[in-house]
Nanobody, 119 residues
Framework: QVQLVESGGGLVQPGGSLRLSCAVS????????MGWYRQAPGKQRELVAI???????NYADSVKGRFTISRDNAKNTVYLQMNSLKPEDTAVYSC?????????????WGQGTQVTVSS
């Protein structure tokens, strides 16, 4: 019903910045939470940041103070501004949204975008 298209990944040096975007398209009814996960090779997927419908945000301890999640509800888009990047931030970043009716929400995922932090 909905599709998520991510952009903004790439190669960056330590200390650099990247901005990820995730645009939701299709037949959109209601979007609740929007967020980002990441998975590094050989590691479990971890929640990076989440933005709730009410506007609150939460971050993994490892990215607090460096990453900022934001959303543009008019454009059905969620962003992840990543500053002061470290090599350990290298991973495939995937966005997700909760979509559907308020009483029945389904999680949808993007295809993932590679972020590599290396000198």
């Amino acid at each position: 019903q909905v599709q998520l298209v991510e952009s903004g990944g790439g190669l960056v040096q330590p200390g650099g910045s990247l901005r990820l975007s995730c645009a939701v398209s299709g037949r959109i009814f209601f979007i609740a939470d929007m967020g980002w996960y990441r998975q590094a090779p050989g590691k479990q997927r971890e929640l990076v940041a989440i933005s709730t419908e009410s506007g609150s945000t939460n971050y993994a301890d490892s990215v607090k103070g460096r990453f900022t999640i934001s959303r543009d509800n008019a454009k059905n888009t969620v962003y992840l501004q990543m500053n002061s990047l470290k090599p350990e931030d290298t991973a495939v970043y995937s966005c997700y949204v909760q979509h559907g009716r308020r009483d029945y929400l389904v999680n949808y995922w993007g295809q993932g975008t590679q972020v590599t932090v290396s000198s």
